[in-house]
């Protein structure tokens, strides 16, 4: 008899083994198929274990169920308070739903035992970086110290250093950075970025133009790019730069005003009038340059009366605008008949500018000697 019943209860423990055994096969599988409220369900099902308890919490937290997760976590902790896995997922969940505090003091723990894993010395810099520490910069250099490839803490290093202006510094983890992946996007940004902080526009250019042809550019790639090529007098090329920097942002009346110039330059006189008067809709707290650009437009179509008003628009907005003064002063040469009036714009500018640029100063000396003689000799 009593071996009938171990027997019996042998059965029972196998059979209730089995069971356990195949509702934990379903739950893991449906946790790896992304299937995560099956799965949850399915390991409610089984005996409460770290191990259950911390899938419980992997999949409310890949649903997006921040709080339930957290509180999964928590519940290993009680029973497993040294484990360091679910101690990592754990800080890595608290800092991404803002509990700093307590994210930092989990990794400051995993740190005491593991002082040589580098991703524990990141996430600590993580923490101190949002909580405003000011040594969260040490973190990150320790977890480079630690692992070089370490790319993530090279990416906080050399925006610190570029921000606080210690380039040599910037330039030496760059340098370790490409070296590990010379395809690292952020990496090659950050190197054109560091030329144009030393101005070598041509080298920034350059790397700029390494994102471009990945197609990695952003705004702001495209606006440095644009910059540059004027730098090194590739005109075509920062207008085509300036035109997709502007694709990405309609409204930026700065695109509009440097397109105004630079097809000016480029003798495409419409599209210069066109970008000069976005500029100005778009409301400039000066638009004085855009006014400038398009009377240099009228002045060269010899509209020389529309000319005049926009160089006095210009002057209204900026009375120390001395090339809008100048070229205001040679229209009104054109325009005018009367000498006197012509005399006269050339003497203003003159008392305005005392101290303008040399070229400027002779023409306008040459063009006043002319203007005198001529009225004198007019007078006899």
Not at 105 to 131: S, V
Not at 259 to 269: H, I, N, P, R, S
Not at 347 to 375: C, D, G, Y
Request: contains cysteine; positive net charge; aromatic residues 12%.
């Amino acid at each position: 008899m009593i071996r009938i019943l171990l027997i019996a209860t042998i059965c029972i423990i196998t059979t209730k083994v089995g069971a356990q055994s195949s509702t934990l096969f379903v739950a893991d599988s449906l946790y790896k198929i992304g299937n995560y409220s099956k799965a949850i369900e399915s390991y409610h099902k089984l005996e409460n274990t770290s191990y259950t308890n911390t899938q419980i919490a992997k999949a409310y937290k890949a649903l997006g169920n921040t709080k339930k997760a957290i509180k999964s976590y928590e519940m290993v902790l009680e029973v497993d308070v040294e484990n360091v896995l679910v101690l990592y997922d754990y800080g890595k969940l608290l800092y991404s739903t803002g509990k700093l505090e307590k994210s930092l003091a989990i990794f400051e723990k995993l740190k005491e035992k593991d002082t040589l894993n580098p991703n524990f010395h990141y996430q600590i810099g993580l923490a101190k970086e949002a909580l405003l520490q000011p040594d969260f910069i040490n973190a990150y250099e320790t977890a480079f110290a630690l692992d070089s490839q370490h790319q993530k803490s090279s990416y906080k290093l050399i925006k610190n250093y570029m921000e606080t202006q210690k380039y040599e510094d910037a330039e030496a983890v760059i340098k370790v950075g490409l070296k590990n992946n010379a395809d690292d996007v952020k990496i090659i940004g950050f190197k054109a970025q560091l030329y144009y902080a030393y101005k070598e526009h041509r080298k920034a250019l350059a790397w700029f133009e390494k994102l471009i042809h990945r197609k990695k550019a952003t705004r702001y790639v495209y606006e440095k790019a644009a910059f540059c090529a004027y730098r090194v007098r590739q005109i075509t090329k920062s207008i085509n730069y300036y035109e997709e920097a502007l694709k990405r942002d309609r409204g930026n009346y700065f695109y509009h005003s440097q397109l105004a110039k630079l097809y000016y330059q480029d003798v495409a006189m419409k599209k210069a009038e066109h970008h000069a008067s976005q500029a100005i809709l778009g409301k400039m707290t000066d638009p004085s340059g855009d006014y400038y650009i398009l009377g240099l437009v009228h002045f060269d179509r010899k509209e020389h009366g529309k000319a005049i008003k926009l160089f006095k628009m210009a002057l209204d907005e900026n009375p120390d605008y001395e090339a809008a003064q100048f070229q205001l002063a040679l229209c009104a040469d054109n325009y005018y008949a009367d000498l006197k009036q012509k005399l006269k714009m050339y003497e203003r500018f003159l008392e305005k500018f005392p101290k303008a640029k040399i070229e400027m100063q002779n023409i306008v000396k040459t063009r006043i000697r002319e203007l005198k003689e001529e009225i004198h000799l007019k007078s006899e």
